[in-house]
Nanobody, 127 residues
Framework: QVQLVESGGSLVQAGGSLRVSCVAS????????MGWFRQAPGKEREFVAA????????EYADSVKGRFTISRDNAGNAVNLQMSSLKPEDTAVYYC????????????????????WGQGTQVTVSS
């Protein structure tokens, strides 16, 4: 079955950097668009970043644009989220998600479009 396993979450000071990763199994990774979402306590899960199957297109939430970078390694079945200039409001559980797509250049910024989800990794930014 499809499994997505996130890792790399940690406690970091404001202004710092952190990279979270997600490794997928049970699927043909290069056939799937990938996304990162986050959920803070008491809030709804929200879009963070998305990347197309071939890695050629990316999209970001306005709140993280210029600070976060999504990338993927199709050979290693992994998608990464490099986060810099972290703020306390970035504190959340970060989830990766996967959805098969027909086109290699499609990005999916909407939560409801994803069929598979990981269990999440906690990122805490202290002020």
């Amino acid at each position: 079955q499809v499994q997505l396993v996130e890792s790399g979450g940690s406690l970091v000071q404001a202004g710092g950097s952190l990279r979270v990763s997600c490794v997928a199994s049970g699927l043909t990774f290069s056939s799937y668009a990938m996304g990162w979402f986050r959920q803070a306590p008491g809030k709804e899960r929200e879009f963070v970043a998305a990347i197309s199957r071939d890695g050629g297109r990316t999209e970001y939430a306005d709140s993280v644009k210029g600070r976060f970078t999504i990338s993927r390694d199709n050979a290693g079945n992994a998608v990464n989220l490099q986060m810099s200039s972290l703020k306390p409001e970035d504190t959340a559980v970060y989830y990766c998600a996967a959805q098969i797509t027909g086109s290699p250049s499609v990005v999916l910024p909407r939560l409801l479009r994803y069929a598979y989800w990981g269990q999440g990794t906690q990122v805490t930014v202290s002020s």
